[in-house]
């Protein structure tokens, strides 16, 4: 109990009203991960404001998500996956879905070297609003 209460001391106010949140948004019993992302989604949230303005307000309430609190959260994702400059999901997923693999615009398919692995990507928009309302409901109750 020590150790927990040493922590939370050393940790800001505003980063451990938005641990329950973020825990179940990183993946917990009831809530799907993000592939291979293991701790750096933790360093994230330590240094991006709008992530930690936008977590402790998931799991006040049973109601939908905002949309200002999802357009923070959306923008935490592009962060997750590397690109802190987007905004957009959707960009982001194109964008690596591009550099992962060859298309090429002069021919008609795409050059696959050792099979698609969709994991890898960054969800869809319709995915992530799904995601975070199943975490808003895991951290309301």
């Known amino acids: 109990m020590f150790v927990a209460c040493q922590l939370a001391s050393e940790l800001d106010f505003t980063v451990c009203a938005a641990l329950p949140s973020f ?3 990183t993946g917990c019993d009831s809530t799907s991960a993000f592939v291979r ?9 330590c240094k991006s404001q709008p992530a930690i303005g936008a977590f402790p307000i998931l799991g006040t309430t049973a109601n939908i998500v905002d949309e200002s609190t999802y357009l923070n959260i959306e923008q935490f994702v592009c962060s997750m996956y590397g690109k802190p400059s987007y905004l957009d999901v959707h960009k982001l997923r194109c964008e690596t879905f591009r550099s992962r693999y060859d298309c ?8 696959i070297h050792n099979g698609i692995d969709i994991s890898l990507l960054p969800p869809c928009r319709t995915a992530l609003r799904k995601h975070c309302q199943r975490v808003n409901y895991q951290a309301y109750i």
């Open 37 to 45: 992302k293991g701790k750096t989604p933790f360093k994230l949230l």
């Open 104 to 111: 090429n615009p002069t021919q008609t398919g795409i050059r």
């Open 23 to 25: 825990h179940a948004f």
